[in-house]
């Protein structure tokens, strides 16, 4: 990193120099780690003027690069740059007071972890305890460590028991079946290759251990909302905020070996019915897309980025169609709703079929048609979604009825199939139904016939849709179909409900699965946007709190947040950071070994 530290070193206030700066840090944020500490040597070496440009670089970064790696673990390190900068405080430094709380406000980073920062150098450094004395402290290394498939009790005094999401450091292979470590509590003892999920496989970081066996723990990483849309690239930021990680493609977890220490038992999904709430994330978890638009999927994989982001490009074009012309997103962009159902108090529940929305004279402080323009997101997605879970059947010809219990259809028309009698069908279109010819039928399925003929995309571009779609299914290898072979899995062998939180806009998240074809498997209820909130602990608590105090409850996504918010609402967390670990919870969910 020495070219990095000759460019650090040149920096001054000059908005020319910020930029190219910036530029550096966008081609090399793979480097993220290295990066940062850079950052804390130049601080430390620099005076006051270079302190406050490296400053203004990191507000030019957040501002214009958000999805980078490197900002992603900029909360970690924030309370340590501004005390070797300002050591005295930040109090006397309006400059960098005023970026600080302009991140807040704006989103670039969570709230607390600013304020935990300011906090942090203004307090003296706390005097060394017997807990947290150096004496009372052991570094323990490892090879590396690894997270289970698989939960285990251990069967004597010299193995170890964990759980799944525990951590488990190798210190030893003793032989080609078994390991030799210890826990985060500090406990040793042998565990099964077999069981550890190698897709997990981190390499050594030192773990330092108390007197107690406690581990110390750090704040978990998180990432801020982006600032609101001024232009294209700002806009796809908006949409995609999500934690973004290189999608490295690592190794399958290894297969079961019978001979080994026997896996926990299969049990049919028959067998079990308590409610299991699948919480789940969407981008980069059941979706790839914020990586295709920041480069990262393209970078990761060795591929042409510039199609990388054609492809990227191409699904938010759909996605901002659908936002424009049926979800008025013009109108709702700047409110940052939880749920669908937020304004449902200030709807007089009018009926929507002789409102004109065109002419009704909405500002964004007009609660009532706020809630009527909600009611009627609700009403689009959830037609929609009816249509996926079909059976869908297109029209192919224009159908006028003979029967007095028929209906007449146009082609193109798109109708649920209810019944059918030899070559006739009960069919309903909207709140019509009756009997039609079974040859003016087409069965359809795919999200971009649905999408053209429920007029959410204009006429005649299913072949556009279905290209795109193409063109990400071997991109990605089919990460959207794994996707949606997980979501049916779980709801084979569990008595499921999914929920999703994202990051995204609410309106944008319900674009993304309609656009998607993942509709069907979420109730537009069911669906939270964390734009409101510092992280998403609050959002999981909401969501336990509203659900049945017996249910079962699991959180699968890509990121830190997730993961610290399930484990402050003890639900058990599955990683899903590579396509490796997608498979992996998919053998898992087919086997009905996902909950334990």
């Known amino acids: 990193m020495a070219a990095f530290e000759t460019v650090l070193s040149q920096l001054t206030k000059s908005k020319t120099k910020i930029e190219e700066t910036a530029v550096y840090i966008q081609q090399h944020d793979s480097q993220a780690d290295t990066l940062l500490e850079t950052f804390q040597t130049a601080v430390n070496k620099g005076n006051a003027d270079h302190n406050t440009a490296i400053f203004y670089l990191l507000d030019y970064v957040l501002a214009n690069y958000g999805q980078l790696i490197f900002c992603n673990k900029l909360p970690n390190v924030l309370g340590s740059l501004l005390k070797s900068a300002y050591p005295g405080g930040v109090q006397q430094e309006e400059k960098i007071t005023k970026l600080l709380n302009r991140w807040k406000k704006k989103g670039f980073m969570p709230v607390q972890a600013v304020d935990d920062a300011i906090s942090n150098i203004n307090q003296p450094d706390p005097a060394p305890t017997e807990a947290t004395a150096p004496a009372a402290q052991a570094v323990k290394s490892y090879l590396f460590k690894v997270q289970p498939a698989f939960p285990l009790q251990a069967q004597d005094s010299t193995q170890l028991s964990f759980q799944l999401g525990d951590w488990l450091y190798v210190t030893h292979e003793v032989d080609a079946n078994w390991y030799q470590g210890f826990n985060d509590q500090g406990a040793t003892g042998l565990f099964p290759q077999n069981y550890m999920n190698m897709s997990t496989k981190a390499l050594y970081q030192p773990v330092t251990m108390t007197a107690f066996g406690k581990r110390k723990k750090s704040r978990f990483d998180s990432t801020g909302m982006e600032e609101k849309r001024p232009n294209r690239a700002a806009a796809n930021r908006m949409l995609n905020w999500s934690y973004t990680r290189c999608c490295s493609e690592e190794a399958e977890p290894q297969s079961y070996d019978p001979a080994l220490p026997t896996a926990p038992s299969t049990v049919m999904g028959s067998q079990d019915q308590r409610l299991h709430v699948f919480v789940l994330d969407l981008d980069e978890t059941l979706i790839v897309f914020a990586d295709l638009l920041s480069g990262k999927y393209a970078t990761a994989h060795n591929k042409d980025k510039t199609q990388v982001q054609a492809v990227g490009n191409g699904l938010a074009d759909l996605i901002y169609h659908v936002l424009d012309s049926s979800f008025f997103f013009k109108q709702l962009e700047e409110m940052k709703l939880t749920t669908i159902a937020d304004k449902a108090g ?251």
């Open 346 to 596: 200030q709807d007089d529940g009018r009926p929507l079929s002789a409102h004109d929305f065109k002419s009704d004279g909405f500002t964004p402080d007009n609660e009532l048609l706020t809630a009527l323009r909600l009611r009627r997101c609700a009403e689009q997605y959830t037609a929609y979604r009816q249509l996926q879970q079909g059976p869908s059947h297109s029209v192919t010809r224009n159908y006028q009825s003979t029967r007095p219990d028929g209906i007449s259809l146009n082609q193109g028309d798109v109708v649920l199939l209810e019944d059918s009698d030899g070559a006739w069908c009960r069919v309903r279109k909207g709140q019509q139904r009756g009997w039609v010819a079974q040859d003016c039928l087409s069965s359809i399925a795919s999200p971009e016939v649905l999408l053209e003929q429920s007029a959410l995309l204009p006429h005649g571009t299913s072949k556009h849709v279905a290209s795109v779609l193409a063109d990400l299914k071997a991109l990605t290898a089919d990460w959207l179909g794994l996707a949606q072979r997980l979501l049916e899995a779980l709801s084979k062998q569990y008595h499921a409900k999914f929920v999703l939180v994202t990051t995204s806009h609410l309106l944008a998240a319900l674009s993304k699965l309609m656009v998607f074809g993942l509709a069907k498997h979420f109730d537009v209820n069911d669906i939270y946007s964390a734009a409101a909130f510092a992280n998403k602990d609050e959002l999981f608590q909401k969501i336990k709190a509203s659900n049945p105090p017996d249910a079962v409850f699991v959180a699968i996504g890509d990121g830190k947040e997730e993961e610290h918010a399930a484990m402050v609402t003890q639900m058990p967390f599955h990683p899903v950071r590579s396509q490796a670990d997608l498979k992996r919870v998919i053998r898992l969910s087919e086997r009905h070994a996902l909950v334990q």
